[in-house]
């Protein structure tokens, strides 16, 4: 262990980065006039925002890879054949969209030009 002299007192100086690098800092500070204080405010904004950004840019990531982890089943319907197709119709108006990829007004069109054709 080393001892140094600074403002007037011993203290004692241990050898790991993080004091040493608090020591710096604590240093640097006592040596900073007011208008450095100012600049020294602005830094401090300027991290803050940027850590502040890119949390946020990993919580985001993790919240969009969490879909891919924590699977939901979607087609968990019993049903079948006719019996779809009429839950489709008479279910939420978002179902029949996603199943199918059409609205519920343009499958009705589809099912008319289809009987108008010849087919039942």
Same mark, same amino acid.
């Given at each position: 262990?080393?001892?140094?002299?600074?403002? +007037?007192?011993?203290?004692? /100086?241990?050898?790991? %980065? =993080? !004091?040493? #690098?608090?020591?710096?800092?604590? !240093?640097?500070?006592?040596?900073?006039?007011?208008?450095?204080?100012?600049?020294? !405010?602005?830094?401090?904004? =300027? =991290? +803050?925002?940027?850590?502040?950004?890119? =949390?946020?840019?990993?919580? #985001?990531?993790?919240?969009?890879? /969490?879909?891919?982890?924590?699977?939901? %089943?979607?087609?968990? #319907?019993?049903?079948?054949?006719?019996?779809?197709?009429?839950?489709?119709?008479?279910?939420? %108006?978002?179902?029949?969209?996603?199943?199918?990829?059409?609205?519920?007004?343009?499958?009705?069109?589809?099912?008319?030009?289809?009987?108008?054709?010849?087919? /039942?």
């Amino acid at each position: 262990m080393a001892f140094r002299v600074s403002n +007037q007192a011993v203290t004692l /100086q241990r050898h790991t %980065p =993080i !004091d040493r #690098s608090i020591a710096m800092i604590n !240093d640097n500070n006592d040596n900073y006039e007011d208008g450095d204080e100012e600049e020294l !405010d602005e830094e401090d904004l =300027i =991290i +803050q925002a940027a850590a502040t950004a890119a =949390i946020a840019a990993g919580l #985001s990531a993790i919240e969009h890879a /969490q879909t891919f982890y924590d699977k939901t %089943p979607y087609h968990d #319907s019993a049903l079948s054949g006719v019996a779809l197709v009429l839950e489709l119709l008479t279910g939420h %108006p978002k179902c029949i969209r996603k199943e199918l990829g059409v609205h519920r007004h343009v499958f009705y069109a589809l099912i008319n030009t289809l009987k108008a054709a010849g087919y /039942q």
